[in-house]
């Protein structure tokens, strides 16, 4: 199986902030990546597909980059609806596969 | 955008098998890719497998022994069966679809179900 790493698992940040979490993979899978969001209670929340590109109605606070085996996630001007818990999954192989989780929390 | 909701039952008993069905509305069960996922509560998240209509299903290899999925077109519905249940399933159940060459990365989630496995 494909494993996915994210980092940092926990990111402290405040209202307005830029943040950057990470996803590595271990072996290439060439842009396969996707981000979900997830809020306590709620199903996950699809934001970029093809590693960089958006899902249907998803704010371009929003980016994705990166190939291969590393990618980032970045969102820009935080606001308080974007604490939540962020996945990277890859598609390239069976099984897909999901990182650990980025948990994003105010400072 | 098409929208899906799981159903089935809340409890399972060990040793006893899980039916849990996702009712498709806002498109077409032919269309799109459906996959499983499970997340156990306060944990990662795992995918379970996909089918389309006119594929041969992929299930998670951890799973593959255990786990079958079916498409049901007249009722634009599909369907998780899970045998052999113990604790370490107990989980929140989600249904998801995607689409297109992208469709690995599910554009539309169910709101999950949570399945308890206890005596």
């Known amino acids: 199986d494909i494993q996915m790493t994210q980092s940092p698992s926990l990111l402290s940040a405040s209202i307005g902030d830029r943040v950057t979490i990470t996803c590595r993979a271990s072996?290439?899978?060439?842009?396969?990546l996707a981000w979900v969001q997830q809020k306590p209670g709620k199903a996950p929340k699809s934001l970029i597909y093809?590693?960089?590109r958006l899902q249907s109605g998803v704010p371009s606070k929003f980016s994705g980059s990166g190939s291969g085996t590393d990618f980032t996630l970045t969102i820009t001007y935080l606001q308080p609806e974007d604490f939540a818990t962020y996945y990277c999954?890859?598609?390239?192989?069976?099984?897909?596969?999901f990182g650990q989780g980025t948990k994003l929390e105010i400072k | 955008q098409v929208r899906l909701q799981e159903s089935g039952p809340g409890l399972v008993k060990p040793s006893e098998t899980l039916s849990l069905t996702c009712t498709v509305s806002?498109?077409?069960?032919?269309?799109?890719?459906w996959s499983w996922i499970r997340q156990p509560p306060g944990k990662g998240v795992e995918w379970i497998g996909y089918?389309?209509?006119?594929?041969?299903?992929k299930y998670n290899p951890s799973l593959k022994s255990r786990v079958t999925m079916s498409v049901d077109t007249s009722r634009n519905q599909f369907s998780l069966t899970l045998t052999s249940l113990t604790g370490a399933d107990t989980a929140v159940y989600y249904c998801?679809?995607?689409?297109?060459?992208?469709?690995?990365?599910?554009?539309?989630w169910g709101q999950g179900t949570l399945v308890t496995v206890s005596s």
């Open positions: 072996q290439g899978i060439s842009t396969y």
């Open positions: 998801a679809a995607g689409w297109g060459s992208h469709w690995g990365a599910p554009g539309s």
């Open positions: 093809g590693a960089s």
């Open positions: 999954q890859q598609y390239d192989s069976y099984p897909h596969t």
């Open positions: 806002g498109g077409s069960i032919s269309t799109y890719y």
């Open positions: 089918i389309h209509y006119s594929e041969t299903p």
